[in-house]
Nanobody
Framework: QVQLVESGGGLVQAGGSLRLSCAAS????????FGWFRQAPGKEREFVAA????????NYADSLKGRFTIARDDAKNTVYLQMNSLKAEDTAVYYC????????????????WGQGTLVTVSS
């Protein structure tokens, strides 16, 4: 069983940056792949970024490449999402997910989900 707790969301002005964190419980953190998804009000959940268990491979939504960066620190059992040059359309609840299979864009592949953290970008 893995428990995920996201943090770092909040209100930021357009053009600003935020770093989200996802703290995971359990001793097998390094064997999991992690993904970030987001869901804006009235919209479907969408893939943001993912990282393989070794950190050797990452994957990003095409529209977010160059602005968002996913990273992991296995010593801290934490996955990060650095978000730069934020836009109003980035406003959403951001979810962290973990799974033993590297999808990476398929939400159904992930076994565990956090409760989400709200990011609001004001224009």
């Amino acid at each position: 069983q893995v428990q995920l707790v996201e943090s770092g969301g909040g209100l930021v002005q357009a053009g600003g940056s935020l770093r989200l964190s996802c703290a995971a419980s359990g001793r097998t953190f390094s064997t999991y792949a992690f993904g970030w998804f987001r869901q804006a009000p009235g919209k479907e959940r969408e893939f943001v970024a993912a990282i393989r268990w070794s950190g050797s491979s990452t994957n990003y939504a095409d529209s977010l490449k160059g602005r968002f960066t996913i990273a992991r620190d296995d010593a801290k059992n934490t996955v990060y999402l650095q978000m730069n040059s934020l836009k109003a359309e980035d406003t959403a609840v951001y979810y962290c997910a973990a799974g033993r299979t590297y999808g990476p864009r398929v939400a159904e592949i992930y076994d565990y989900w956090g409760q989400g953290t709200l990011v609001t970008v004001s224009s």
